[in-house]
């Protein structure tokens, strides 16, 4: 072993992919988080063996060396792949058989790497040369070596497929964010391509220093950007067709989405992408807080008050799982101020009404033809003066009116009405519960829907 300067930055690659690996095991596995760590700490695994290999001179040891890069070096591939197919919530990545299949072929040539002296499949020859600064170890690459490059080409090909496709599903103002992920999985291979193509200079292995890069750039963007955290939905379609204001909050609770109806609704700022929801609607805490508890929650309804600026917003909360395993929540806003205005007068007007018809001691009455229930209302109820508690049924109402030619006028007016539609109006004498005695007059018309009679109804006075 030999002090070589070159290979200070490889053993510096070594503690950068270390520590990302620890950082990224630190987190919560929200967004494919363990295979970024297990993807760092092979990256670091295989710097450690390369910075040593550029230390010896020995041949034998060289090629041991060598051998020890491989057993991380053959599953970068591999799990990059996971990694994004966990990223962007791909369904059936998680199946063993997937998984499985998936290393099957770098276990492989990994047994043929430390067996090649027996066949001489991986490299036909292995030496070395002096590059002018250092000896360095040179290999003539046998027919696995290609399999396995175009294997690992053809995941990373395969991963960036992935997370292009993925772009098309995302609002136009995340585009940018989604790219860094992209950049981070192509630069590694990108240099590594070079090195294949005999252009890295010393002939050193650029891969350590590559995935260092790319390993930061991708780590920044999920520590920082909050990069793609909702399930993948058709986000362009669905902000530019829907006139309801829309908030997409990941895992975490930062917003990661939302439409302009939103901003106008909630008066959210341009530059409030990718912060927490609870900075952004620090002026809506019952929305905040109905967020915070994680629930499907409907129609919450919020008021806004101010000087010509009254406002009533209305929000749905739908939690969004996967397997059972919350991955965010999607809030839909509505403007309800119309309708609970148009609320307002109505019970304004019922309000009314119902005081004009106790002056006038109007009551009012429904049966509902279906289920053959009876509605009273409170001005009928005091004509009776029956209890609170009391139930009228189509038996027990013409039991109050006198025993005799009142009560069978009353009982044939609705059976005539509910079998051939026609109304009445008729005067009839009314012994209250109280045993009181009024004359009363009592009208009914039906309703219809279709040809079909569904209620009836009408007054007492």
């Known amino acids: 072993m030999y002090f070589n300067p070159f290979a200070i930055p490889v053993f510096l690659a070594m503690v950068i992919t270390l520590l990302l690996a620890i950082y990224c095991f630190g987190r919560p596995n929200k967004q494919g988080e363990r295979f970024m760590g297990l993807l760092m700490l092979f990256c670091s695994w295989y710097s450690l063996f390369y910075g040593l290999e550029l230390s010896t001179d020995h041949l034998p040891t060289m ?193 990661v989405g939302r439409n302009s109806a939103a901003d106008q609704l909630l008066q959210i700022e341009a530059s409030d992408s990718g912060l927490h929801y609870k900075k952004i609607l620090c002026a809506w805490p019952e929305l905040s807080q109905a967020i915070d508890s994680q629930h499907t929650i409907y129609n919450l309804e919020m008021y806004r008050g101010g000087k010509g600026t009254a406002k009533w917003v209305s929000a749905d909360i739908l939690t969004n799982r996967q397997h059972k395993e919350f991955i965010g929540q999607t809030i839909f806003l509505r403007d309800v101020t119309r309708r609970k205005a148009s609320e307002k007068e109505l019970k304004r007007a019922q309000e009314l009404l119902f005081q004009t018809n ?44 006198r025993e005799g030619e009142d009560r069978q006028k009353v009982k044939q007016a609705i059976e005539e009405l509910k079998n051939t539609g026609k109304a009445f109006v008729l005067d009839a004498l009314l012994i209250t519960h109280q045993g009181n005695q009024l004359w009363i007059r009592t009208s009914a018309v039906p309703e219809y829907e279709g040809d079909k009679m569904v209620r009836v109804y009408g007054t007492m006075q």
């Open 63 to 255: 090629w041991f060396f060598l051998r020890m890069e491989y057993i991380s070096g053959l599953f970068l591939g591999p799990f990059l792949t996971l990694f994004s197919l966990a990223y962007t919530k791909q369904h059936g990545w998680k199946n063993p058989s997937f998984i499985g299949a998936l290393l099957a072929l770098p276990v492989l040539l990994l047994v043929s790497v430390w067996t090649n002296d027996l066949h001489h499949l991986f490299y036909t020859d292995l030496g070395t040369t002096d590059n002018g600064f250092f000896l360095a170890m040179q290999t003539d690459k046998g027919i696995l070596y290609w399999v396995h490059e175009i294997y690992a080409l053809g995941l990373v090909l395969t991963t960036n497929i992935i997370i292009f496709r993925t772009l098309r599903r995302v609002p136009d103002g995340y585009f940018n964010q989604l790219v860094i992920v992209l950049i981070g999985s192509l630069s590694s291979w990108g240099i590594h391509i070079v090195y294949l193509l005999g252009y890295f200079p010393f002939n050193l292995d650029p891969l350590p220093f590559a995935f260092a890069l790319s390993g930061l750039i991708i780590t920044i963007g999920l520590a920082r950007f909050r990069l793609l955290s909702m399930h993948p939905v058709p986000y362009k379609q669905l902000f530019q067709n829907i006139s309801d204001g829309i908030l997409i909050v990941d895992e975490s609770g930062f917003l």
């Open 358 to 401: 106790k002056l006038a001691r109007v009551g009012g009455w429904e049966l509902d033809i279906d289920n053959m229930t009876v509605y009273w209302s409170d001005i009928t109820r005091e004509i009776h003066e029956v209890p609170d508690d009391y139930e009228p049924t189509l038996e027990n109402i013409t039991s109050f009116y």
